[in-house]
Every structure is written in C-alpha cells, then in structure tokens.
C-alpha cells in the first residue's frame, strides 16, 4: 500500500527541500535592506491610495455576487450536460429550476444597479 503513495511522498519532499533551499538561498543572499517605497502596498502595480477607513460601494459587492452566481452555474451545468441522457428528465427540470433562480437573481442585480459602471 505505501508503493502506490509513494510518488506523492516523494512529490512533497521534493516540494518542501525546494522550498526550503530557495528560503535559505534568498535568506543568505538577498538585499538586506528595507527601502520604504518598496514596502508599499501596491495593487496590479499602482500604489494603493485606499486607506484603511475605506468602504466599498454596493455595485462591488454585487458583482461578486454575479461572479459568484454564475460560477456555480458552470459547475452545475458541465456535469449535467455531459451525462444528460444518464441522469434524465428529473435532471432536466432541476437544471430549469436552477437556471430560473438564477434568472431572477440577475434581475435583481440588474434592478440594483450592479451593470451599470460609474
């Protein structure tokens, strides 16, 4: 039995002494020290300006709730549509089912204003 994970273990222990050395490596040999502009945060290589009192607009929110909507609709309807013929009808009508939440909640967003970019 340990033959067949053996691959996996040596996978991760190759993983972990590769991770180790470049620590190590990057420990002895990097610049040691700390300028301040580089510790900056910075996001998709602009300096960040958000402070930390700073609160997000609804129509953020919303559009993750989109991403996220319709995420789980292609994790749902890949595995449906492969096996349509296995799983039948009862699959059928709770794909429609599922494909009509989302309908309605892609207006609400719609109605909240999350498509629309300011």
Known sequence: MLNSYLPAIVFVGLGTVVGITFAALNA???PRRAIPHKTDPYECGLPSEVQHGFRFGISF???AMLFIIFDIEVILLYPVAIQLQAVGVFALGAVSLFIALL???FIY???RGALEWK
């Open 28 to 30: 002895l040999f990097g």
């Open 103 to 105: 309908i309605v909640a």
């Open 61 to 63: 929110y919303l559009v």
């Open 109 to 111: 967003d719609w109605r």
